[in-house]
């Protein structure tokens, strides 16, 4: 393989890995019993009456039509017999944190777009590990082998070409796209593959006349920007190959979140405070994961009638304590004008995230005694190892019953 188009030119070479049906793959792995069944994860289906959409299939679950974002009832009635499986979040991380640390052996410049998909720029690490086409195969036999779990991958001189590339060949595909072979690789993929075009602007597009990439690479690049404006000399280039878009680490999350949708629209004060327990759970152990803390904290109500409010605070002292986020969150509830009104959807999440080293300086008394942190470091190691619902306050026991994850 070529890797320089010309003498004293480096060629770029960039890694598209994307993980095949990770959240389904992941429970077919820690769960044996479920492998060559239809898997899927999202919602309780409720028998064809749950509300919620589907997270993620297996592939078995997507013969039958099941993929992510339909409607959980809707899965039931395409798949009645499928293994359907809460979302695990705090296992998905855990897992994926192990996945992009295979990715770091081979380069410092990987761009996380997902728990389960990244970018990777390998220009840098060619001397020490070979061809791009050797490193990313390599990289794919290492998520084998160490986390028995399959990846497709696609190699490129551009992002858009990688991912473009690792999508074609799915399940456990391995694509590359030689140097100055971008344009033909290209040129007969329809329109729809282009890569920021959504169904309307593929809709659009079509409307014109242009139904693959290679039609919009051969168009006048005026004439798409006089239509489209920029938006239409970003798809020109993007159909010849062109993408001058680099590789960006990983940046600090703005914000971490959480919510859920109420199967029954409740204005049971009991039920709403349980679901905002159990959400500040949920955000409190993002928040460790993370190795970071909240300053601010957001509680959202959204009514029966689709109306969305929100409430939001600052602390004096960063946190990611599960019982500061619920206390806090109770008092914003307070501080709703529509608390009384039947809640449909409840959210919690913290922003202005800092490292707890860059944060401000000690307070004379402190708001977390050290006791309660090593409670929850002990809480979160049994549940990354069990379970989320592995243990748990006795008040969500119950629980569980009239919602599921919005």
């Known amino acids: 393989m070529e890797q320089a188009s010309s003498p004293g030119k480096t060629t770029r070479w960039i890694i598209h890995v994307d993980m095949d049906a990770f959240y389904a793959s992941v429970e077919q792995r820690d769960y044996p019993e479920h492998r060559g069944k239809p898997v899927i994860v999202?919602?309780?289906?409720?028998?064809?009456?749950?509300?919620?959409?589907?997270?993620?299939?297996?592939?078995?679950?997507?013969?039958?039509?099941?993929?992510?974002?339909?409607?959980?009832?809707?899965?039931?009635?395409?798949?009645?017999?499928?293994?359907?499986?809460?979302?695990?979040?705090?296992?998905?991380?855990?897992?994926?944190?192990?996945?992009?640390?295979?990715?770091?052996?081979?380069?410092?410049?990987?761009?996380?777009?997902?728990?389960?998909?990244?970018?990777?720029?390998?220009?840098?690490?060619?001397?020490?590990?070979?061809?791009?086409?050797?490193?990313?195969?390599?990289?794919?036999?290492?998520?084998?082998?160490?986390?028995?779990?399959?990846?497709?991958?696609?190699?490129?001189?551009?992002?858009?070409?990688?991912?473009?590339?690792?999508?074609?060949?799915?399940?456990?595909?391995?694509?590359?796209?030689?140097?100055?072979?971008?344009?033909?690789?290209?040129?007969?993929?329809?329109?729809?593959?282009?890569?920021?075009?959504?169904?309307?602007?593929?809709?659009?597009?079509?409307?014109?006349?242009?139904?693959?990439?290679?039609?919009?690479?051969?168009?006048?690049?005026?004439?798409?920007?006089?239509?489209?404006?920029?938006?239409?000399?970003?798809?020109?280039?993007?159909?010849?190959?062109?993408?001058?878009?680099?590789?960006v680490p990983e940046a600090p999350a703005k914000s971490i979140g959480a919510e859920m949708t109420f199967d029954i629209d409740t204005s049971e004060i009991s039920a709403i405070k349980k679901t905002i327990l159990e959400l500040a759970n949920r955000v409190g152990s993002r928040l460790r994961t993370e190795g970071v803390q909240a300053k601010t904290l957001t509680l959202k109500f959204r009514t029966a009638k689709f109306e969305t409010y929100a409430r939001s605070t600052t602390l004096q002292d960063p946190t990611d304590q599960d019982s500061t986020i619920y206390h806090k969150a109770l008092m914003l509830l307070e501080r709703l004008p529509c608390a009384t009104e039947k809640a449909r959807l409840l959210g919690v999440a913290g922003s202005h995230l800092v490292k707890p080293e860059d944060s401000s300086q000690l307070t004379l008394f402190p708001s977390m005694p050290e006791s309660s942190t090593h409670v929850t470091r002990a809480l979160d190691s049994i549940r990354s190892r069990f379970g989320a619902q592995a243990i748990q306050p006795a008040t969500l026991l119950s629980h569980m019953k009239n919602k599921a994850p919005g």
Request: net charge positive; proline share 5%.
């Open 42 to 247: 999202g919602a309780d289906p409720k028998g064809g009456t749950g509300r919620g959409v589907v997270s993620a299939a297996s592939y078995e679950a997507r013969k039958f039509g099941v993929h992510s974002a339909l409607p959980i009832g809707q899965a039931y009635r395409r798949c009645p017999l499928g293994v359907f499986l809460p979302v695990r979040m705090s296992r998905y991380q855990e897992v994926s944190s192990h996945i992009f640390s295979i990715f770091r052996r081979y380069t410092d410049l990987v761009e996380p777009l997902s728990l389960d998909e990244a970018f990777l720029d390998v220009t840098g690490s060619l001397r020490l590990f070979g061809t791009p086409q050797a490193i990313g195969a390599q990289i794919q036999r290492d998520i084998w082998e160490e986390a028995h779990l399959i990846a497709s991958v696609g190699v490129a001189t551009t992002k858009y070409v990688a991912k473009v590339a690792s999508d074609l060949q799915k399940p456990q595909g391995f694509v590359i796209v030689p140097e100055n072979a971008e344009r033909t690789f290209l040129h007969d993929l329809p329109i729809e593959r282009l890569w920021g075009a959504g169904p309307k602007t593929a809709q659009r597009l079509r409307g014109r006349g242009y139904e693959t990439i290679g039609q919009l690479a051969s168009a006048s690049c005026a004439e798409l920007s006089s239509w489209l404006g920029k938006q239409g000399k970003h798809f020109w280039e993007l159909a010849n190959g062109i993408d001058a878009r680099e590789v």
